[in-house]
């Protein structure tokens, strides 16, 4: 019964790389640029969501949801200010004009 009283072989693994933070709080990924590229998609569409729910709220009771308004605002600045991050050498044009 030798066959069934071999112990399995571990394989190695390399040691799982943490997100390391830096004094200020920030959080350094490593991405590559197909992750990029998707993040930068995602961006898009929910800055278009927004777009649109901005739109909305002001042509409807605009004066009842001036703080929605303000957030939406808020949250749409963030996006714009993400995206700018998002920009590498060697990216298509597709991806650049996604903005």
């Given at each position: 019964?030798?066959?069934?009283?071999?112990?399995?072989?571990e394989?190695?693994?390399?040691?799982?790389?943490?997100?390391k933070?830096?004094?200020?709080?920030?959080?350094?990924?490593s991405?590559?640029?197909?992750?990029?590229?998707l993040?930068?998609?995602?961006?898009?569409r929910?800055e278009?969501?927004?777009?649109?729910?901005?739109?909305?709220?002001?042509?409807?009771n605009?004066?009842?949801?001036?703080?929605?308004?303000?957030?939406?605002?808020?949250?749409?600045?963030?996006?714009?200010?993400?995206?700018?991050?998002?920009?590498?050498?060697?990216?298509?044009?597709?991806y650049?004009?996604?903005?």
């Amino acid at each position: 019964m030798a066959l069934f009283n071999k112990k399995k072989q571990e394989v190695p693994q390399e040691p799982k790389q943490e997100p390391k933070t830096d004094t200020v709080g920030k959080i350094n990924l490593s991405l590559r640029p197909d992750e990029i590229d998707l993040l930068r998609e995602c961006m898009k569409r929910t800055e278009d969501y927004y777009r649109g729910l901005l739109l909305l709220k002001q042509d409807w009771n605009a004066e009842k949801n001036e703080a929605a308004i303000a957030v939406i605002k808020v949250k749409l600045n963030m996006i714009d200010r993400l995206q700018e991050k998002t920009l590498y050498d060697g990216q298509s044009e597709y991806y650049r004009k996604l903005q």
